[in-house]
């Protein structure tokens, strides 16, 4: 379960979110919409905690991780995997170096592990369908394929969390699809809450159980993908063009 | 005013900063301990690899020394102790500067630049969202691997300033490196072997910093650059002549 309760963040004296609340359930995924710089990538910060809050509450299976110690935010992180918008892959290493890090750095060193991690990160490369790029490195992969290393980096420490930021941009139709049918499995199969932000509507449908949308650093619309279909169908685009949404009911912020 | 007030104040801030960073990333060192492969491969890359350029102007500050400095000494009728002059001003100061120097344009740069761009690509981001420290997996490393290899490559630099010098010099090659070894004395060895610990230090803290502290893309890349270079530079020239008092302080002149 994540949550936030009224959470504002500015950068300086620049406001970034105003008033944000929201809850993700287990097995759920909250869908975040937004124009460019509305503050969805902020929200995934900071909930890594990258960054800190300003005022507000921000829960982890009830935790108020506002309240967190160093060390005890070092642990909660285990927990998340963080899918970065351009993938962030450590250029230095290896796509299976990549995929193998958080075994590799957190215990499983060695040659006594080699053989395990290896059969890891080939099943787990092979779940985002890059087998064949286990030796080579990220600056020879494409923009969608490192985000696909990305997300294969994070799940194979089989998180309880994930967030992907934009993670299906950039990528073709086929793989797209392929990606949100992953996002969906991780999900029904490891009881995982995810948070996942887009631009693409179509793949915003596929895998959403909730919306969120965001102008400005505001909540202005947030409630379940049922009710965001009984919508007036133009309602997406719409709010993409910046109209204002008179109406909307549901859940509009004021 | 206001404005020098500010730009006082940033400085006195980001030294605060600076000072918490440099002791931080050295200390995590001890109390989560390096594996020996991070910092023997560190020491390679960033050590070793930098002993062609070192031996290269080492091996020239040596000759334009011992050009300039034998007419003078001839004048005295000294000219005798040329391999004592030039070995005491290697091992004390030639050296040392010339390996810092180096390494400030090789290594310190390159660290800046490295750091910078993963800070910017989120690459230190996702270390820390991986369930990690970033300063200890990128900074500490470094700053220990730098600091225990640059003493060693000092050591090259020292015999390469000689044997420049010694191509040069027109006393008997025999009373050159006779005379050359009288620079053995603890007061300059103790000095040439301690300056480049905190040279080393120094230069991969800086450099270190300046990269994870890059902001605003890449032209934020390039800044953390020539900053990294710009500081690194004073704070050698100004630890040095510290470091020098110090000596003379403790060994007399
Ligand atoms: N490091 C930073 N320093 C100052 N302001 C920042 C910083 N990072 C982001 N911002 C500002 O915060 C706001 C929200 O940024 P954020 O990255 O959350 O947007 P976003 O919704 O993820 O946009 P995009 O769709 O382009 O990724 C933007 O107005 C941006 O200018
Ligand atoms: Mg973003």
């Not at chain 1, 993938?87 to 075994?103: H, K």
């Not at chain 1, 797209?176 to 996002?183: F, T, Y």
């Not at chain 1, 509507?201 to 009984?230: I, K, P, Y």
Request: glycine share 10%.
């Amino acid at each position: 379960m994540l949550e936030f309760r009224n959470v504002d963040f500015s950068y300086g004296r620049q406001p970034v979110l105003k008033d944000v609340t929201f809850s993700v359930a287990k097995r759920e995924t909250l869908v975040i919409l937004g124009g460019s710089g509305s503050g969805k990538s902020t929200i995934l910060r900071l909930l890594l905690g990258l960054i800190e809050a300003d005022s507000g509450n921000i829960l982890v299976d009830g935790q108020d991780i506002t309240q967190y110690r160093h060390a005890e935010m070092v642990e909660l992180r285990k927990k998340m995997g963080m899918v970065f918008q351009e993938g962030a892959l450590f250029d230095s290493l290896t796509v299976g170096e990549n995929v193998g890090y958080f075994l590799l750095e957190h215990g499983f060193r060695g040659r006594k592990h080699g053989v395990e991690v290896e059969e890891k990160v080939r099943e787990m490369l092979k779940l985002v369908g890059l087998e064949h790029t286990l030796d080579m490195m990220p600056d020879e992969l494409s923009g969608g394929m490192r985000r696909r290393v990305a997300t294969a980096r994070s799940l194979i420490y089989e998180p309880e969390f994930m967030l992907y930021d934009e993670p299906t941009t950039g990528l073709d139709p086929a793989t797209c699809e392929s990606l949100c049918d992953l996002v969906n499995d991780v999900k029904r199969y490891r009881a995982v809450s995810s948070i996942f932000v887009t631009h693409n509507l179509d793949d915003a449908w596929r895998v959403a159980d909730h919306f969120l949308l965001l102008r400005q650093g505001r909540v202005l619309w947030s409630g379940t993908a049922g009710e965001l279909r009984e919508r007036p169908e133009d309602t997406l685009r719409r709010f993409f063009q910046g109209e204002v949404l008179e109406g909307l009911g549901g859940r509009q912020a004021p | 005013m206001n404005g020098f007030l500010k730009k006082a104040r940033q400085v006195v801030l980001g030294l605060g900063d600076f000072a918490t960073f440099s002791f931080r990333s050295t200390a995590l060192g001890i109390t989560h301990p390096l594996r020996l492969s991070e910092v023997v491969e560190n020491a390679y890359t960033l050590g070793i690899q930098s002993l062609p350029v070192i031996l290269f102007t080492g091996f020239f500050a040596g000759l334009s020394n011992v050009l300039f400095l034998q007419g003078e000494l001839e004048q005295y009728g000294a000219k005798i102790t040329l391999g004592r002059v030039i070995g005491v001003t290697a091992v004390r100061e030639l050296g040392p500067l010339v390996v810092a120097l180096m390494l400030t344009g090789r290594v310190g740069a390159a660290i800046a630049a490295e750091l910078g761009s993963m800070k910017i690509g989120n690459q230190v981001d996702a270390i820390t969202a991986l369930g990690q420290d970033p300063e200890r997996k990128l900074a500490t490393p470094r700053v220990w691997a730098l600091t225990l290899i640059s003493p060693v490559l000092t050591v090259f630099c020292v015999l390469a300033n000689l044997v420049g010098g010694w191509v040069v010099a027109t006393v008997d090659s025999g009373m050159y490196w006779y005379q050359a070894q009288m620079a053995l004395y603890w007061r300059h060895v103790s000095s040439g072997l301690f300056k480049p610990f905190v040279f080393g230090w120094l230069i991969a803290t800086v450099a270190c910093y300046f990269g994870l502290r890059t902001e605003n893309g890449v032209r934020g890349v390039g800044n953390a650059v020539s900053r990294a270079v710009v500081t690194c530079c004073i704070l050698i020239f100004v630890s040095n002549a510290l470091m020098g008092l110090i000596f003379i302080a403790l060994y007399g002149l």
